[in-house]
């Protein structure tokens, strides 16, 4: 018996606008299709094909697309067309300017569950679904052929997989536990990157353009850089002439790396920095106790929420940095604020940051509209991958 999953009626529209989630609501009845991961054929009510998929019956979103043409499997042959096409649509790498990007976006390159970027000679990848995790050898063999890298690490340490069923899992592939720290490079700036313990695979490659807006607006200003992690938006400050920079982070390991960093990348030696460990919220009031101002605000938190039941509660903690970040600024000053929780829109995003203003007492004059970068693409029929969303302001008070 084929196998395939049948879709209930209606429920075809958005996979035939192209859209490659399918949930489990959506489907009638699965054939042949028992175990985590199978490749089955998509099918309206009626039977006719839409598309080839992996079906999960233990998750909510039971099958995720991956290809429109009858017949295809998700074998190593079409993983490696796949990641090659994915990487032929980057940037071009520049020694010394540009080493390190990301090389597949999950659905947004047609390979749903699969993550993979590279560091310099360094390559990092993660399988967070049931259908990518049947292919894993597969994944395995495809990377060592194109890329060769000096060090292949697995970070399948995200808590999503429990969803699909799967456990937790990190492993060093190639190289050795000592070699999991690598230097790479973006628009110049010199970067540790610690591929083992590191946030995400590593770092957070998704700002590269913010970073480098940040850069160009911080001449002789006093920046205050929140959830700093290693320093990204830091380092940039400082190669755009900042004569202040504050870091703020509770993790001593990321501003460990953040002083390095800061080492490593010399030129307006002049700058002063000051790292401080402490939770960001707390910190920030202490801040406006001590009437402290600053030119440039950066305010780049984790993701807040990951549940729509926790929409309100995550609004109100982007809420609360902003109308703090506001009431810190000088007249004049900027704030370039972010968020990468996928379930918060660019809209409502806008919106409590509008909140955040009125109660400040301030409005703000929107510079840029900001969001990931080039290597993580937005695809149009897929607009879940548009996740990172951000705003460069400035105050300007109300008379």
Same mark, same amino acid.
């Not at 994944?139 to 000096?150: A, H, M, R, V």
């Given at each position: 018996?084929?196998?395939?999953?049948?879709?209930?009626?209606?429920?075809?529209?958005?996979?035939?606008?192209?859209?490659?989630?399918?949930?489990?609501?959506?489907?009638?009845?699965?054939?042949?299709?028992?175990?985590?991961?199978?490749?089955?054929?998509?099918?309206?009510?009626?039977?006719?094909?839409?598309?080839?998929?992996?079906?999960?019956?233990?998750?909510?979103?039971? #099958?995720?697309?991956?290809?429109?043409?009858?017949? /295809?499997? &998700?074998?190593?042959?079409?993983?490696?067309?796949?990641?090659?096409?994915?990487?032929?649509?980057?940037?071009?790498?520049?020694?010394?300017?540009?080493?390190?990007?990301?090389?597949?976006?999950?659905?947004?390159?047609?390979?749903?569950? &699969?993550?993979?970027? /590279?560091?310099?000679?360094?390559?990092?990848?993660?399988?967070?679904?049931?259908?990518?995790?049947? /292919?894993?050898?597969?994944?395995?063999?495809?990377?060592?052929?194109?890329?060769?890298?000096?060090?292949?690490?697995?970070?399948?340490?995200?808590?999503?997989?429990?969803?699909?069923?799967?456990?937790?899992?990190?492993?060093?592939?190639?190289?050795?536990?000592?070699?999991?720290?690598?230097?790479?490079?973006?628009?110049?700036? #010199?970067?540790?990157?610690?591929?083992?313990?590191?946030?995400?695979?590593?770092?957070?490659?998704?700002?590269?353009?913010?970073?480098?807006?940040?850069?160009?607006?911080?001449?002789?200003?006093?920046?205050?850089?929140?959830?700093?992690?290693?320093?990204?938006?830091?380092?940039?400050?400082?190669?755009?002439?900042?004569?202040?920079?504050?870091?703020?982070?509770?993790?001593?390991?990321?501003?460990?790396?953040?002083?390095?960093?800061?080492?490593?990348?010399?030129?307006?030696?002049?700058?002063?920095?000051?790292?401080?460990?402490?939770?960001?919220?707390?910190?920030?009031?202490?801040?406006?106790?001590?009437?402290?101002?600053?030119?440039?605000?950066?305010?780049?938190?984790?993701?807040?929420?990951?549940?729509?039941?926790?929409?309100?509660?995550?609004?109100?903690?982007?809420?609360?940095?902003? &109308?703090?970040?506001?009431?810190?600024?000088?007249?004049?000053?900027? &704030?370039?604020?972010?968020?990468?929780?996928?379930?918060?829109?660019?809209?409502?995003?806008?919106?409590?940051?509008?909140?955040?203003?009125?109660?400040?007492?301030?409005?703000?004059?929107?510079?840029?509209?900001?969001?990931? #970068?080039?290597?993580?693409?937005?695809?149009?029929?897929?607009?879940?991958?548009?996740?990172?969303?951000?705003?460069?302001?400035?105050?300007?008070?109300?008379?």
């Amino acid at each position: 018996m084929k196998s395939q999953i049948i879709l209930k009626p209606g429920k075809e529209k958005s996979i035939k606008l192209g859209h490659p989630w399918i949930f489990s609501g959506a489907i009638q009845r699965a054939q042949n299709a028992e175990q985590a991961g199978a490749t089955v054929d998509v099918c309206d009510h009626k039977g006719q094909f839409l598309a080839r998929a992996y079906y999960n019956s233990k998750s909510s979103l039971a #099958a995720r697309i991956f290809s429109r043409q009858p017949g /295809q499997e &998700l074998d190593q042959a079409f993983l490696e067309r796949q990641i090659r096409a994915a990487l032929a649509r980057r940037p071009a790498l520049r020694p010394g300017v540009q080493t390190m990007h990301r090389v597949v976006a999950s659905e947004a390159d047609f390979l749903p569950g &699969l993550i993979v970027d /590279q560091y310099a000679g360094h390559l990092v990848f993660q399988i967070l679904t049931a259908g990518m995790e049947l /292919q894993r050898e597969a994944i395995l063999e495809t990377l060592k052929k194109i890329f060769d890298p000096e060090v292949l690490i697995e970070r399948s340490d995200e808590a999503i997989r429990s969803k699909e069923g799967l456990s937790e899992r990190k492993e060093i592939l190639i190289g050795r536990p000592e070699d999991v720290r690598t230097v790479g490079h973006e628009n110049g700036m #010199a970067l540790t990157v610690d591929c083992w313990e590191g946030h995400k695979t590593g770092f957070y490659l998704d700002q590269r353009l913010a970073r480098q807006l940040v850069e160009s607006y911080a001449q002789g200003a006093e920046v205050l850089n929140c959830f700093s992690y290693t320093g990204g938006f830091s380092i940039a400050a400082k190669r755009g002439g900042a004569r202040r920079v504050i870091s703020v982070d509770e993790s001593k390991a990321a501003l460990d790396i953040l002083a390095g960093n800061w080492q490593q990348n010399p030129g307006n030696d002049d700058c002063q920095m000051e790292n401080v460990r402490a939770d960001v919220f707390a910190y920030l009031r202490q801040l406006r106790e001590q009437g402290a101002r600053f030119d440039l605000i950066v305010m780049d938190p984790p993701k807040f929420v990951s549940d729509r039941a926790h929409i309100d509660r995550a609004c109100r903690g982007y809420k609360d940095l902003n &109308l703090l970040a506001m009431q810190l600024l000088r007249e004049g000053g900027l &704030l370039a604020t972010f968020s990468c929780s996928g379930l918060i829109s660019r809209d409502l995003f806008q919106k409590v940051v509008f909140g955040a203003s009125v109660d400040a007492g301030v409005d703000m004059q929107i510079l840029h509209q900001l969001s990931q #970068a080039d290597d993580h693409p937005l695809l149009l029929s897929f607009p879940e991958s548009l996740y990172l969303k951000g705003l460069l302001g400035r105050k300007v008070s109300l008379s």
